[in-house]
Nanobody, 113 residues
């Protein structure tokens, strides 16, 4: 029932920008916490940013001041500015609905010169 579909990944040079989108169906995202995670090859998946139903946002220290999570309609966004090579990862959209975590398919972000 709940589906998350991500897009917006790509290849960008250091210092560049990307905006990731996560389109949700089967859920009103304004009622639930939405989050972005990322996973680099050979590394554990890590939380990047979240936004609550009240609009509260929280960010991983390493992305503070560079990334912005937001939502509109049924889409959650992650605006990524001043990208660094260490931001390279597959980025996943996530929500906890009921007692189940739902994940998008992931979108690849590569930051390289």
């Amino acid at each position: 029932q709940v589906q998350l579909v991500e897009s917006g990944g790509g290849v960008v040079q250091p210092g560049g920008s990307l905006r990731l989108s996560c389109v949700a169906s089967g859920i009103s995202i304004t009622l639930y916490r939405m989050a972005w995670y990322r996973q680099a090859p050979g590394k554990q998946r890590e939380s990047v940013a979240l936004i609550t139903s009240n609009g509260f946002t929280n960010y991983r220290d390493s992305v503070k001041g560079r990334f912005t999570i937001s939502r509109a309609a049924n889409t959650v966004y992650l605006q990524m500015d001043s990208l660094k090579p260490e931001d390279t990862a597959v980025y996943f959209c996530n929500t906890l609905y009921g007692n189940t975590n739902y994940w998008g398919q992931g979108t690849q972000v590569t930051v390289s010169s």
